[in-house]
């Protein structure tokens, strides 16, 4: 069969995430006490709100096609969301409702790259944008951090080329958490206004953040907005990871040329998770502000708790902490921690920065207290 597999699916790296987590899986399945700090979705439940909101769409008939830029109504809901809490006016007609953020993604890479353009992608990264960017094509090109692991001005100038189409900004970060203010975005805006680049703006944990505001790309300037592709979604806001709908904002004749591709493809999203979803952005913060304050709790417990050797940029959002233990290989640490403390954790590798893990604290409390405990055992164990 390797003869009908394509070149594009051979350049693609297996996933040191998905081999720890089913390790982790069959060790917990054996009886071992395992604590899961990989998972990338909120521990708790969508609001029963939204899923009575659905259960009527069910139940009224709500079960055909839409169309293929998504269901009118929430799109109107998406445009108001965007006008009152981001100071962006957009049309309906510039907003595409797909099958989550990671699918609005793909389909924002589909539309732009052609062979060989160039995305520009900051490290550290989440792990499936440089695969996406290969999928369609395209050559990611890596940009270093600075010493807040944000992006180093410098070298993104020196990464600009003839063939580079966009850069991705993902803030808040995943997987370090970490938020930009709006001094530094600005710096990032007149770079790309400069060279006439896309800026992909990935705001899907725009609502878990803690110590900051909040400040999309976009909204600096109307020369910005003409140059960014918003990126969002209800997944982690709503705790909707299942439901799987995201969305994009734009120029219509980006969202027009990705509306095409999602016509040919998945057609529309589920009609019923689009309800669903339109119920949660209307309600807004009603729905998310309690969870939002469990995530900070938790948070805030770690950075109090977590031995003084361990580095890490402070995180101010999402539900992620990015650490550094003695400089470890973070494959080597990631084994060690499963096998040795029962500890699963996603090696940093995977985001582009060798001697880091990536730790969730989308989990209880007591489960933190534990995962403490044990990460304390190791570290006494490594001096």
């Keep these: 069969m390797e003869n009908f597999i394509s070149e594009r699916t051979k350049l693609l790296k297996p996933s040191a995430t998905l081999y720890l987590n089913r390790k982790a899986k069959e060790m917990k399945m054996k009886g071992f006490d395992i604590i899961n700090l990989t998972v990338g979705e909120p521990d708790f439940d969508t609001p029963w709100e939204i899923k009575e909101?659905?259960?009527?769409?069910?139940?009224?008939?709500?079960?055909?096609?839409?169309?293929?830029?998504?269901?009118?109504?929430?799109?109107?809901?998406i445009c108001e969301k965007l006008e009152k809490e981001n100071n962006l006016n957009y049309d309906l007609e510039e907003i595409v409702v797909s099958n989550g953020a990671k699918h609005s993604l793909f389909n924002i890479f589909m539309s732009i790259l052609n062979t060989g353009d160039e995305?520009?992608?900051?490290?550290?990264?989440w792990v499936s944008y440089p695969a996406m960017v290969i999928i369609c094509g395209g050559i990611p090109v890596f940009c270093k951090y600075?010493?807040?692991?944000?992006?180093?001005?410098?070298?993104?100038k020196s990464k600009i080329s003839k063939k580079t189409k966009a850069i991705v900004l993902n803030t808040p970060s995943n997987p370090t958490g970490i938020v930009y203010d709006k001094k530094e975005i600005e710096e990032i805006a007149e770079i790309i206004i400069k060279n006439k680049i896309l800026c992909i703006s990935d705001e899907v944990y725009e609502k878990i953040i803690f110590d900051k505001e909040h400040i999309s790309i976009a909204s600096l300037s109307e020369d910005m907005k003409n140059l960014t592709i918003i990126v969002n979604g209800v997944s982690k806001t709503f705790a909707m990871t299942g439901w799987?709908?995201?969305?994009?904002?734009?120029?219509?004749?980006?969202?027009?040329?990705?509306?095409?591709?999602?016509?040919?493809?998945?057609?529309?999203?589920?009609?019923i998770s689009?309800?669903?979803?339109?119920?949660?952005?209307?309600?807004?913060?009603?729905?998310?502000?309690?969870m939002v304050e469990e995530f900070k709790k938790r948070r805030d417990f770690l950075v109090k708790n977590l031995p003084n050797i361990i580095k890490?940029?402070?995180?101010?959002?999402?539900?992620?902490?990015?650490?550094?233990?003695?400089?470890?290989?973070?494959?080597?640490?990631?084994?060690?921690?499963?096998?040795e403390k029962l500890i699963a954790v996603v090696p940093g590798e995977d985001f582009g920065v060798d001697n880091y893990i990536r730790i969730s604290y989308a989990t209880s409390i007591e489960n933190l207290k534990k995962a403490i405990e044990r990460i304390n055992e190791f570290v006494e164990e490594l001096i």
């Design 244 to 271: 799987r709908i995201g969305y994009i904002a734009c120029k219509k004749e980006m969202a027009d040329s990705i509306a095409k591709i999602q016509g040919q493809t998945t057609s529309a999203p589920s009609s």
């Design 274 to 290: 689009q309800k669903a979803a339109y119920y949660a952005i209307k309600e807004g913060e009603n729905l998310y502000k309690n």
């Design 312 to 339: 890490y940029p402070y995180p101010e959002g999402a539900f992620y902490m990015f650490l550094n233990i003695k400089d470890i290989n973070s494959k080597e640490l990631s084994e060690k921690l499963l096998m």
């Design 53 to 77: 909101y659905a259960i009527k769409a069910i139940k009224d008939g709500y079960t055909k096609y839409t169309e293929e830029k998504g269901l009118k109504e929430l799109r109107e809901a």
């Design 146 to 156: 600075n010493d807040k692991f944000k992006i180093d001005i410098d070298h993104l």
């Design 119 to 125: 995305v520009i992608i900051p490290i550290p990264y």
